[in-house]
């Protein structure tokens, strides 16, 4: 407990004291580390060095962290351990390895976690957060800075506090929450006071929030703001960021000539220090800046950039840094999974009684349709029930149309059972094959065959992927079929269906674009203008429109990539993905085309698209709902829908609503 205390007293020193005074900090911590007598009190004095070294000379800053860290391990001084991570998570985010910086910060919260020193863990907190930071996932970001605020109020420490607020204030100015973002960097500004400190970084941010606020002069105020004060503090590292940021206000402000000069002087603070994500920006700025001066100079700076962009964003980065946040997830994954599948057999159960009870139901039907059958006989010889006889047939007609209704629903239910029972029992299998994995890589650990059980891991991962795969595929089939028995609360209202189609089809084509960026199709409209407003719901109808927009250009695209397969190379450009739309005025009604020229659609199917789970599409990319629930919308407008298809050359859906004029 003295020893924890010791090094929390330490660091409460160094946050107390200028940056102005880091030089005279470094030497008096060199002596101290010369000086020391224990190993506990080096360890902590190489910690507090590589805190120090983080702004201006990261080399030395990891140097000293992976020694405390070192020994720290050999005495198993836990304490020593959690802070020599946390502060190397912060310093491997700011040279851009984001892999090697969430490692090191998991590794810091699950030592804090098994020990019970969360105390000790808002560095690494403050680190994983502003990795996300860069990876721009806000969400996750504020997440763990939640956290790190939590632990630093209870540690009545404002240093962590002033960083926490001014990391909260970045996401938040990420997702455009302007006034949040301000919120949490005046509440930086001011714990930053309290120790006498002024960080420029948090200029920068508000700089950003007066651009994105639509006032540029008071954010080039808030940049220059902020590089005066590191320009005289000797930070070099948010030196670095700030003439990037002005050098990209003067390149939008039309001033190239000053724009290169911060460029330029961003990229020579940013490679004094190696620090790889304000490389990238400068890089990426001087090749956009000479690009209409010198060719030579700009792709020199875009070789640059590119280099430094794989570097930190690359597929492999990514991957590890997916993977990383995926093993530390874990735990909550599993309770999650744990969750799912009570409720998948509790689905199950419900499934197996509806099932007995409409055979309960079915029963009762049938008892009571034997006894009406004998009351008919014993009325048919009396003349004066001849009334009664009457009224007792129209009984029975209504409990045979019951009859059929519930047999409906039957088949409709065992429907149901049928689709959520294929995905459970991928579920189910992908559970107990990677159960038995579990096994065998524990007996290769226990071999020592690391390779062995590295493998066995991947196709862990795999299964676990299946697992989740096959459960989105049920909840998708949960999620139909409550739109499919909804009840509209919509209401009529005079609706321009032009306008409508034009919204949807675009809205349909942008979505796919943003999934695959490497489709494109040609949309053509043709609108009937007379047509004029007419009542619909134009959210059910919307639904309608956007189902049959996503299946046709699912449809191109597919014959696109089938083209792009198996076609020679001078043959590609033949197919051209094309999506029609066409409304017409046809007396009472009107008409609304949808035509693609896709595959189109077998004929010995055509009959089935508008039954509730059958679909076309290659398992798990559709619930077979959509067409099934579309139907079900124009029945209640009163309409039609239909479609018209030739196999190869493509399909035709054609719906029809009664015109009714708006007033």
Do not use: W
Not at 168 to 193: P, Q, R, W, Y
Not at 423 to 438: A, D, G, I, Y
Not at 611 to 632: A, C
Request: hydrophobic fraction near 35%.
């Amino acid at each position: 407990m003295i020893k924890i205390f010791t090094f929390s007293f330490l660091l409460f020193l160094l946050s107390g004291s200028g940056f102005t005074q880091t030089i005279k900090a470094i030497d008096s911590l060199q002596q101290q580390l010369s000086n020391a007598k224990d190993d506990t009190t080096r360890i902590n004095t190489q910690i507090a060095l590589c805190l120090l070294y983080r702004l201006g000379n990261t080399d030395s800053s990891l140097m000293y962290g992976q020694q405390a860290l070192e020994s720290a391990e050999k005495i198993n001084y836990i304490p020593g351990q959690i802070s020599a991570l946390s502060f190397m998570c912060i310093v491997t985010e700011q040279r851009g390895n984001l892999p090697k910086s969430l490692e090191l910060g998991f590794k810091a919260l699950q030592l804090a976690q098994e020990h019970d020193l969360e105390r000790l863990a808002g560095p690494a907190l403050d680190g994983i957060g502003e990795t996300y930071i860069i990876l721009k996932d806000y969400p996750k970001t504020i997440s763990y800075l939640r956290r790190y605020i939590l632990i630093e109020e209870n540690n009545s420490n404002n240093e962590g506090l002033a960083y926490a607020y001014f990391d909260m204030g970045v996401a938040f100015a990420g997702l455009n929450e302007l006034d949040s973002a301000g919120f949490f960097e005046e509440k930086a500004i001011k714990t930053f006071a309290k120790y006498n400190h002024e960080e420029p970084l948090v200029y920068q941010t508000i700089g950003d929030i007066k651009i994105k606020s639509g006032e540029p002069e008071d954010a080039l105020n808030y940049y220059q703001k902020g590089l005066q004060i590191a320009i005289n503090n000797n930070e070099r590292r948010a030196s670095a960021y700030l003439y990037n940021k002005i050098a990209a206000f003067y390149k939008d402000a039309n001033k190239p000539n000053s724009a290169i000069y911060y460029a330029e002087k961003g990229l020579e603070e940013s490679r004094a220090i190696d620090q790889k994500k304000t490389i990238l920006e400068a890089a990426a700025l001087l090749s956009e800046l000479y690009e209409s001066k010198d060719a030579k100079a700009s792709l020199q700076y875009l070789k640059i950039a590119d280099a430094y962009k794989d570097s930190i964003f690359g597929a492999g980065n990514i991957e590890a840094v997916q993977t990383l946040a995926a093993q530390q997830e874990e735990r909550q994954k599993e309770i999650e999974a744990a969750a799912i599948a009570y409720r998948s057999q509790l689905k199950q159960y419900a499934l197996i009684t509806g099932l007995g009870i409409l055979l309960l139901i079915a029963f009762f039907l049938y008892r009571n349709n034997l006894k009406e059958k004998k009351a008919k006989l014993l009325l048919q010889n009396k003349n004066e029930v001849i009334e009664q006889t009457l009224s007792n047939l129209k009984s029975t007609q209504a409990q045979l149309i019951q009859s059929e209704k519930m047999a409906s629903l039957g088949e409709l239910t065992a429907g149901i059972a049928h689709e959520i029972q294929n995905p459970l029992n991928f579920v189910n299998n992908f559970s107990e094959v990677s159960n038995e994995l579990v096994d065998e890589m524990n007996d290769e650990l226990n071999k020592g065959e690391i390779n062995e059980a590295k493998i066995i891991a991947g196709d862990i991962k795999q299964n676990l992927e299946k697992i989740n795969h096959h459960g989105k595929r049920a909840d998708a089939i949960v999620k139909g079929m409550l739109q499919h028995s909804r009840k509209s609360e919509g209401k009529k209202e005079p609706t321009d269906i032009n306008a409508l189609c034009d919204e949807y089809v675009r809205l349909s084509y942008h979505g796919l674009r943003a999934k695959d960026k490497e489709f494109n199709a040609e949309i053509k409209t043709d609108f009937d203008e007379t047509i004029g407003k007419i009542n619909i719901v134009p959210q059910d109808i919307g639904r309608v429109l956007l189902n049959l927009f996503n299946n046709a250009f699912y449809a191109v695209n597919e014959k696109s990539q089938q083209s792009t397969v198996n076609r020679p190379q001078q043959l590609l450009q033949e197919y051209k993905p094309l999506v029609s739309v066409q409304t017409k005025k046809l007396n009472d009604k009107i008409e609304i085309r949808v035509e693609d020229n896709g595959n189109g659609i077998t004929q010995n199917v055509v009959d089935k698209i508008f039954q509730p789970f059958f679909t076309t599409k290659p398992t798990g990319q559709g619930t077979g709902l959509g067409l099934s629930l579309s139907y079900d919308i124009i029945k209640a407008h009163a309409g039609e829908i239909k479609v018209e298809t030739k196999e190869g050359e493509g399909s035709e859906f054609v719906i029809q609503l009664p015109l009714t004029q708006a007033s």
